[in-house]
Protein backbone atom coordinates (compact mmCIF):
# COMPACT_ATOMS: atom_id res chain seq x y z
CA UNK A 1 0.00 0.00 0.00
CA UNK A 2 2.73 2.07 0.76
CA UNK A 3 4.33 4.31 -2.44
CA UNK A 4 7.24 6.48 -1.37
CA UNK A 5 7.31 8.35 -4.91
CA UNK A 6 9.52 11.68 -5.69
CA UNK A 7 8.77 13.56 -8.79
CA UNK A 8 10.53 16.52 -9.67
CA UNK A 9 8.13 19.46 -11.17
CA UNK A 10 8.94 23.06 -11.91
CA UNK A 11 6.86 25.26 -10.29
CA UNK A 12 3.51 26.19 -11.42
CA UNK A 13 0.97 28.67 -11.23
CA UNK A 14 -1.88 28.18 -8.57
CA UNK A 15 -3.76 25.02 -10.58
CA UNK A 16 -2.09 25.67 -14.12
CA UNK A 17 -0.35 23.10 -16.00
CA UNK A 18 3.60 22.90 -16.75
CA UNK A 19 3.84 22.38 -20.51
CA UNK A 20 6.59 20.73 -21.09
CA UNK A 21 5.36 17.83 -18.26
CA UNK A 22 1.93 17.63 -20.06
CA UNK A 23 0.16 17.67 -16.64
CA UNK A 24 -0.38 18.56 -13.27
CA UNK A 25 1.41 17.12 -10.38
CA UNK A 26 -0.49 16.67 -6.99
CA UNK A 27 2.15 15.81 -3.65
CA UNK A 28 -0.17 13.78 -0.98
CA UNK A 29 1.04 13.37 2.63
CA UNK A 30 -1.25 11.50 4.05
CA UNK A 31 -1.54 7.75 6.84
CA UNK A 32 -0.22 4.81 6.16
CA UNK A 33 -2.54 2.05 4.97
CA UNK A 34 -5.72 4.92 4.18
CA UNK A 35 -5.73 5.99 0.18
CA UNK A 36 -6.44 2.87 -1.97
CA UNK A 37 -3.59 2.53 -5.08
CA UNK A 38 -7.05 2.08 -7.16
CA UNK A 39 -8.21 5.38 -6.04
CA UNK A 40 -4.94 6.98 -6.86
CA UNK A 41 -4.27 5.32 -10.42
CA UNK A 42 -8.48 6.37 -11.15
CA UNK A 43 -7.60 10.14 -10.35
CA UNK A 44 -4.75 10.13 -13.22
CA UNK A 45 -6.99 8.65 -15.76
CA UNK A 46 -9.53 10.32 -15.10
CA UNK A 47 -7.71 13.92 -14.56
CA UNK A 48 -3.95 12.91 -16.01
CA UNK A 49 -2.82 14.01 -12.38
CA UNK A 50 -0.08 12.26 -10.84
CA UNK A 51 -0.36 11.45 -7.07
CA UNK A 52 2.77 11.47 -5.17
CA UNK A 53 1.51 9.78 -2.06
CA UNK A 54 4.45 9.51 0.72
CA UNK A 55 3.26 8.17 4.07
CA UNK A 56 3.41 9.06 8.11
CA UNK A 57 2.61 7.63 11.10
CA UNK A 58 1.32 10.15 13.51
CA UNK A 59 0.65 13.89 13.80
CA UNK A 60 3.27 14.77 15.38
CA UNK A 61 5.55 13.37 12.49
CA UNK A 62 3.39 15.32 9.95
CA UNK A 63 3.60 18.97 12.06
CA UNK A 64 7.27 17.91 12.18
CA UNK A 65 7.39 17.49 8.47
CA UNK A 66 5.24 20.67 7.51
CA UNK A 67 7.42 23.27 10.13
CA UNK A 68 10.22 21.90 8.46
CA UNK A 69 9.28 22.31 4.86
CA UNK A 70 5.49 23.21 4.40
CA UNK A 71 5.96 23.73 0.55
CA UNK A 72 6.70 20.28 0.00
CA UNK A 73 2.53 18.70 -0.01
CA UNK A 74 0.04 20.16 -1.72
CA UNK A 75 -2.74 17.92 0.10
CA UNK A 76 -2.24 16.19 3.91
CA UNK A 77 -4.28 14.13 6.08
CA UNK A 78 -4.20 15.73 9.74
CA UNK A 79 -6.61 14.55 12.38
CA UNK A 80 -8.57 16.90 14.61
CA UNK A 81 -6.23 18.51 16.75
CA UNK A 82 -3.55 18.84 14.43
CA UNK A 83 -6.11 20.66 12.22
CA UNK A 84 -6.94 22.78 15.38
CA UNK A 85 -3.34 23.63 15.86
CA UNK A 86 -2.45 24.48 11.74
CA UNK A 87 -5.28 26.29 11.81
CA UNK A 88 -4.66 28.76 14.40
CA UNK A 89 -0.39 28.83 13.19
CA UNK A 90 -2.35 29.87 10.08
CA UNK A 91 -0.97 26.89 7.90
CA UNK A 92 -3.80 26.00 6.07
CA UNK A 93 -5.53 27.67 2.70
CA UNK A 94 -9.06 28.34 2.77
CA UNK A 95 -10.86 25.76 0.53
CA UNK A 96 -12.58 27.08 -2.64
CA UNK A 97 -16.10 25.90 -2.12
CA UNK A 98 -16.68 26.57 -5.96
CA UNK A 99 -14.48 23.59 -6.50
CA UNK A 100 -16.08 20.85 -4.03
CA UNK A 101 -19.65 20.51 -5.41
CA UNK A 102 -19.24 17.08 -3.85
CA UNK A 103 -18.87 18.23 0.01
CA UNK A 104 -22.34 18.11 0.40
CA UNK A 105 -22.11 14.22 0.22
CA UNK A 106 -20.78 14.73 3.39
CA UNK A 107 -23.22 14.11 6.71
CA UNK A 108 -24.19 17.30 8.39
CA UNK A 109 -22.79 16.01 12.03
CA UNK A 110 -19.19 15.59 9.52
CA UNK A 111 -18.93 19.14 9.11
CA UNK A 112 -18.02 22.43 11.39
CA UNK A 113 -16.52 20.36 14.24
CA UNK A 114 -14.86 21.17 17.18
CA UNK A 115 -11.23 21.72 14.93
CA UNK A 116 -12.32 24.02 12.07
CA UNK A 117 -16.49 25.48 13.50
CA UNK A 118 -16.47 27.62 10.23
CA UNK A 119 -15.45 24.55 8.22
CA UNK A 120 -13.00 26.71 6.26
CA UNK A 121 -10.34 25.04 6.13
CA UNK A 122 -10.75 21.09 6.61
CA UNK A 123 -13.41 18.23 4.69
CA UNK A 124 -13.72 15.24 6.63
CA UNK A 125 -12.19 11.76 5.22
CA UNK A 126 -12.83 9.11 7.74
CA UNK A 127 -13.48 8.98 11.48
CA UNK A 128 -12.91 5.80 13.59
CA UNK A 129 -12.15 5.14 17.23
CA UNK A 130 -8.94 3.27 19.40
CA UNK A 131 -10.36 0.39 21.14
CA UNK A 132 -9.22 -2.96 22.03
CA UNK A 133 -9.08 -6.08 19.93
CA UNK A 134 -9.80 -9.75 21.25
CA UNK A 135 -8.60 -13.34 19.45
CA UNK A 136 -11.07 -15.25 21.33
CA UNK A 137 -9.92 -17.97 20.27
CA UNK A 138 -6.67 -17.71 22.13
CA UNK A 139 -7.93 -15.28 24.86
CA UNK A 140 -11.19 -16.88 27.09
CA UNK A 141 -10.86 -13.88 29.98
CA UNK A 142 -13.40 -11.61 29.07
CA UNK A 143 -12.36 -8.26 28.12
CA UNK A 144 -13.95 -5.07 28.73
CA UNK A 145 -11.52 -2.14 29.24
CA UNK A 146 -7.70 -1.34 29.54
CA UNK A 147 -7.22 -2.80 33.24
CA UNK A 148 -8.14 -6.01 31.52
CA UNK A 149 -5.71 -5.73 28.87
CA UNK A 150 -2.55 -5.21 30.45
CA UNK A 151 -1.81 -7.43 32.88
CA UNK A 152 1.16 -9.60 33.60
CA UNK A 153 -0.19 -13.15 32.09
CA UNK A 154 -0.56 -11.20 28.84
CA UNK A 155 2.96 -10.05 28.90
CA UNK A 156 4.57 -10.40 25.25
CA UNK A 157 0.95 -11.18 23.79
CA UNK A 158 -0.13 -7.43 23.22
CA UNK A 159 0.14 -4.57 20.00
CA UNK A 160 -0.52 -0.87 20.45
CA UNK A 161 -0.68 1.96 18.55
CA UNK A 162 3.02 3.54 18.79
CA UNK A 163 1.39 6.94 19.77
CA UNK A 164 2.65 8.40 22.39
CA UNK A 165 -0.38 10.49 23.47
CA UNK A 166 -2.89 7.72 22.77
CA UNK A 167 -1.00 5.63 25.17
CA UNK A 168 -0.58 8.39 27.87
CA UNK A 169 -4.61 8.53 27.57
CA UNK A 170 -5.27 5.14 28.06
CA UNK A 171 -3.84 5.55 31.14
CA UNK A 172 -5.57 8.75 32.12
CA UNK A 173 -9.00 6.87 31.51
CA UNK A 174 -8.26 4.64 33.75
CA UNK A 175 -7.97 7.13 36.36
CA UNK A 176 -11.00 9.22 35.16
CA UNK A 177 -9.24 12.11 33.84
CA UNK A 178 -9.60 13.39 30.14
CA UNK A 179 -7.84 12.67 27.20
CA UNK A 180 -7.49 16.82 26.85
CA UNK A 181 -6.80 17.30 31.12
CA UNK A 182 -2.53 16.76 30.39
CA UNK A 183 -0.94 18.34 33.11
CA UNK A 184 2.72 17.53 34.73
CA UNK A 185 0.41 16.51 38.07
CA UNK A 186 -1.80 14.14 36.11
CA UNK A 187 1.57 12.74 33.64
CA UNK A 188 2.53 11.87 37.40
CA UNK A 189 -0.25 10.23 38.36
CA UNK A 190 -0.27 8.03 35.47
CA UNK A 191 3.61 7.15 35.15
CA UNK A 192 3.89 4.12 36.94
CA UNK A 193 0.70 2.83 35.03
CA UNK A 194 2.41 3.47 31.53
CA UNK A 195 5.85 1.81 33.13
CA UNK A 196 4.28 -1.07 34.29
CA UNK A 197 2.12 -1.27 30.61
CA UNK A 198 5.16 -0.71 28.34
CA UNK A 199 6.86 -3.92 29.78
CA UNK A 200 3.87 -6.14 28.96
CA UNK A 201 3.61 -4.55 25.10
CA UNK A 202 5.26 -7.24 22.44
CA UNK A 203 4.82 -4.36 19.45
CA UNK A 204 4.47 -0.28 18.73
CA UNK A 205 3.11 -0.20 15.01
CA UNK A 206 0.62 2.24 13.94
CA UNK A 207 0.63 1.48 10.34
CA UNK A 208 -0.50 -1.81 10.57
CA UNK A 209 -1.52 -3.21 14.02
CA UNK A 210 -3.33 -6.06 12.69
CA UNK A 211 -0.24 -7.84 11.00
CA UNK A 212 0.91 -8.95 14.72
CA UNK A 213 -2.53 -10.47 15.64
CA UNK A 214 -3.04 -12.01 12.54
CA UNK A 215 0.24 -13.77 12.06
CA UNK A 216 -0.64 -15.12 15.25
CA UNK A 217 2.85 -13.11 17.64
CA UNK A 218 0.40 -11.49 19.75
CA UNK A 219 -3.48 -11.94 20.95
CA UNK A 220 -4.60 -8.69 22.10
CA UNK A 221 -4.43 -5.26 20.35
CA UNK A 222 -5.24 -1.74 21.36
CA UNK A 223 -5.24 -0.49 17.53
CA UNK A 224 -7.36 1.95 14.75
CA UNK A 225 -10.94 0.74 14.25
CA UNK A 226 -10.32 0.14 10.65
CA UNK A 227 -7.66 -2.39 11.62
CA UNK A 228 -10.01 -3.84 13.90
CA UNK A 229 -12.79 -3.71 11.05
CA UNK A 230 -10.28 -5.74 8.55
CA UNK A 231 -9.28 -8.19 11.17
CA UNK A 232 -13.21 -8.85 12.28
CA UNK A 233 -14.18 -9.22 8.46
CA UNK A 234 -11.30 -12.01 8.07
CA UNK A 235 -12.43 -13.61 10.85
CA UNK A 236 -14.92 -13.29 13.54
CA UNK A 237 -12.82 -14.60 15.90
CA UNK A 238 -11.47 -11.02 16.22
CA UNK A 239 -13.69 -8.63 18.80
CA UNK A 240 -13.37 -5.55 18.91
CA UNK A 241 -14.27 -3.79 22.43
CA UNK A 242 -14.67 -0.19 23.03
CA UNK A 243 -13.07 0.19 26.70
CA UNK A 244 -15.34 0.91 29.55
CA UNK A 245 -13.23 3.05 30.56
CA UNK A 246 -13.83 5.36 27.67
CA UNK A 247 -12.44 5.56 24.09
CA UNK A 248 -10.74 8.25 21.70
CA UNK A 249 -12.82 9.26 18.50
CA UNK A 250 -10.79 10.48 15.75
CA UNK A 251 -11.75 12.56 13.08
CA UNK A 252 -8.98 12.70 10.17
CA UNK A 253 -9.39 15.24 7.41
CA UNK A 254 -8.65 16.54 3.90
CA UNK A 255 -6.77 20.29 4.54
CA UNK A 256 -4.58 22.32 1.84
CA UNK A 257 -1.38 23.63 3.59
CA UNK A 258 -0.92 27.34 2.64
CA UNK A 259 2.22 26.88 0.69
CA UNK A 260 0.67 24.05 -1.74
CA UNK A 261 1.97 24.78 -5.03
CA UNK A 262 -0.71 22.91 -6.53
CA UNK A 263 -4.15 23.90 -4.83
CA UNK A 264 -6.19 23.40 -7.77
CA UNK A 265 -4.95 19.96 -8.16
CA UNK A 266 -5.79 19.67 -4.24
CA UNK A 267 -9.15 20.46 -4.45
CA UNK A 268 -9.97 18.60 -8.16
CA UNK A 269 -8.59 15.31 -5.59
CA UNK A 270 -10.77 15.87 -2.64
CA UNK A 271 -13.86 16.56 -4.74
CA UNK A 272 -12.76 13.09 -6.55
CA UNK A 273 -12.71 11.25 -3.57
CA UNK A 274 -15.96 12.84 -2.31
CA UNK A 275 -17.89 11.38 -5.21
CA UNK A 276 -19.92 8.20 -3.72
CA UNK A 277 -18.35 5.61 -6.00
CA UNK A 278 -14.71 6.48 -4.93
CA UNK A 279 -15.01 6.93 -1.57
CA UNK A 280 -16.66 3.54 -1.55
CA UNK A 281 -13.73 2.07 -2.86
CA UNK A 282 -11.94 3.65 0.68
CA UNK A 283 -14.45 1.56 2.59
CA UNK A 284 -14.22 -1.46 0.77
CA UNK A 285 -10.14 -1.11 1.30
CA UNK A 286 -10.39 0.61 4.77
CA UNK A 287 -13.11 -0.03 6.63
CA UNK A 288 -13.44 3.30 8.68
CA UNK A 289 -16.36 5.12 9.33
CA UNK A 290 -17.12 6.39 6.40
CA UNK A 291 -18.93 10.58 6.78
CA UNK A 292 -19.95 10.14 3.38
CA UNK A 293 -23.59 9.16 3.58
CA UNK A 294 -24.01 9.01 0.05
CA UNK A 295 -21.37 6.60 -0.15
CA UNK A 296 -22.30 4.70 2.60
CA UNK A 297 -25.45 3.33 0.77
CA UNK A 298 -23.51 1.72 -1.66
CA UNK A 299 -22.13 -0.18 1.31
CA UNK A 300 -23.16 -4.18 1.81
CA UNK A 301 -25.32 -4.81 4.83
CA UNK A 302 -22.37 -6.75 5.71
CA UNK A 303 -20.08 -3.95 5.72
CA UNK A 304 -22.12 -1.56 7.63
CA UNK A 305 -22.84 -4.80 10.44
CA UNK A 306 -19.07 -4.53 11.21
CA UNK A 307 -19.11 -3.80 14.79
CA UNK A 308 -15.50 -1.66 14.43
CA UNK A 309 -16.67 0.39 11.44
CA UNK A 310 -19.88 1.44 12.94
CA UNK A 311 -19.89 0.87 16.21
CA UNK A 312 -23.39 0.77 18.61
CA UNK A 313 -24.39 4.07 19.86
CA UNK A 314 -23.92 4.96 23.23
CA UNK A 315 -20.45 4.96 23.38
CA UNK A 316 -18.43 6.96 25.63
CA UNK A 317 -15.79 8.84 23.09
CA UNK A 318 -13.98 11.55 23.63
CA UNK A 319 -12.06 13.77 20.97
CA UNK A 320 -8.19 14.91 21.20
CA UNK A 321 -8.16 18.52 21.25
CA UNK A 322 -4.42 20.71 21.20
CA UNK A 323 -2.51 20.62 24.54
CA UNK A 324 0.26 22.75 23.49
CA UNK A 325 3.56 22.08 24.83
CA UNK A 326 2.18 19.14 26.89
CA UNK A 327 2.65 17.16 23.85
CA UNK A 328 5.84 17.78 24.14
CA UNK A 329 5.90 16.62 28.14
CA UNK A 330 4.17 13.32 26.76
CA UNK A 331 6.90 12.40 24.32
CA UNK A 332 9.30 12.97 26.85
CA UNK A 333 7.41 10.70 29.34
CA UNK A 334 7.52 8.18 26.85
CA UNK A 335 10.65 8.05 25.81
CA UNK A 336 12.19 8.10 29.00
CA UNK A 337 9.95 5.13 29.67
CA UNK A 338 10.78 2.85 26.84
CA UNK A 339 14.33 3.57 27.52
CA UNK A 340 14.19 1.48 30.55
CA UNK A 341 12.97 -1.45 29.00
Do not use: C
Request: hydrophobic share 40%.
Amino acid sequence: MKRFITLFIAALALGGVDPAQGEESLDLFGWSEYVPQKVLDGFKRETGIEVNYETYASNEELLSKLLAGGGAYDLIQPSDYAAEVMIRQKMLAPLDFGQLPNLGNIGTQYRHLPHDLEGLYTVTYMTGTVGIVVNTAAVKDPIRGFRDVFQSKFKDRIVVLNDNREIVTWALYTQGISANAVSRENLEQVRPIVAKWIQLIKVFDSDSPKTALLNGDVDLGVVWSGEAAILWRTDHKYHYVLPAEGAAQFVDVLAIPVAAKHKGAAHKFINYILRPDVSKLISDEFPYTNPNLAARRLLTPEQLANPASYPPEGAKLETFHDIGRRAADIDRLMTDLKSGR
